[in-house]
């Protein structure tokens, strides 16, 4: 049945190439009438989701109490030649622009040393937070006019009150 349904499609295709090529073409276009009249843009892939999973349920109801918080980044770079001062106007003309748009709650257009500061430890994991605690000390020993055999005792000592686990297995020797 299929191999005589086939024949037959291949004998109509062979036989009357310019009522398929019309038929293809009318298809093509009723295609492109639904798309033009039906097919809506939705780029927000919260709705790749069933709206009726729980789990899109909860995450709805922390939207509704929380907002989006997903950002959208923007990174200006300056042309070789222009001055930094115009850069800098620009970036904040852009980032006005955009905090007037619907549905932008904050617009941060500039990062300072101190918010770099925060979020790079924002950033770190447990072990780097950690090891940075135990670095804390022996920076504010930099500060100070020392030699290097108080700076060696210091490290000694607080390698003393690392834990084991984190050492490699290998004894430090004096």
Same mark, same amino acid.
């Given at each position: 049945?299929?191999?005589?349904?086939?024949?037959?499609?291949? +004998?109509? @295709?062979?036989?009357?190439?310019?009522?398929?090529?019309?038929?293809? =073409?009318?298809? *093509?276009? =009723?295609?492109?009438?639904?798309?033009?009249?039906?097919?809506?843009?939705? @780029?927000?892939?919260?709705?790749?989701? *069933?709206?009726?999973?729980?789990?899109?349920?909860?995450?709805?109801?922390?939207?509704?109490?929380?907002?989006?918080?997903?950002?959208?980044?923007? =990174?200006? @770079?300056? +042309?070789?030649?222009?001055? +930094?001062?115009?850069?800098?106007?620009? /970036?904040?003309?852009?980032?006005?622009?955009?905090?007037?748009?619907?549905?932008?709650? *904050?617009?941060?257009?500039?990062?300072?040393?101190?918010?770099?500061? =925060?979020?790079?430890?924002?950033?770190?994991?447990?072990?780097?937070?950690?090891?940075?605690?135990?670095?804390? $000390?022996?920076? $504010?020993?930099?500060?100070?006019? /020392?030699?290097?055999?108080?700076?060696?005792?210091? @490290?000694?000592?607080?390698?003393?009150?690392?834990?084991?686990?984190?050492?490699?297995?290998?004894?430090?020797?004096?």
């Amino acid at each position: 049945m299929r191999d005589n349904l086939l024949k037959s499609m291949a +004998k109509l @295709a062979l036989d009357k190439p310019k009522l398929i090529l019309v038929v293809a =073409v009318f298809l *093509s276009l =009723v295609s492109i009438l639904c798309a033009a009249l039906f097919l809506k843009m939705n @780029a927000n892939t919260d709705e790749l989701i *069933s709206a009726d999973r729980q789990y899109m349920r909860d995450y709805r109801a922390f939207l509704d109490e929380f907002g989006d918080l997903e950002p959208i980044i923007c =990174v200006v @770079a300056p +042309k070789d030649g222009v001055p +930094k001062s115009v850069t800098e106007k620009c /970036v904040s003309e852009l980032a006005h622009m955009i905090s007037q748009s619907d549905g932008i709650k *904050s617009t941060n257009y500039l990062i300072s040393s101190d918010d770099q500061r =925060v979020l790079s430890f924002l950033a770190m994991s447990d072990e780097e937070l950690q090891g940075m605690s135990w670095a804390a $000390s022996a920076i $504010s020993l930099l500060r100070h006019d /020392v030699g290097a055999k108080e700076i060696l005792r210091f @490290a000694t000592k607080e390698l003393e009150r690392v834990p084991r686990t984190i050492l490699p297995s290998r004894q430090i020797e004096r």
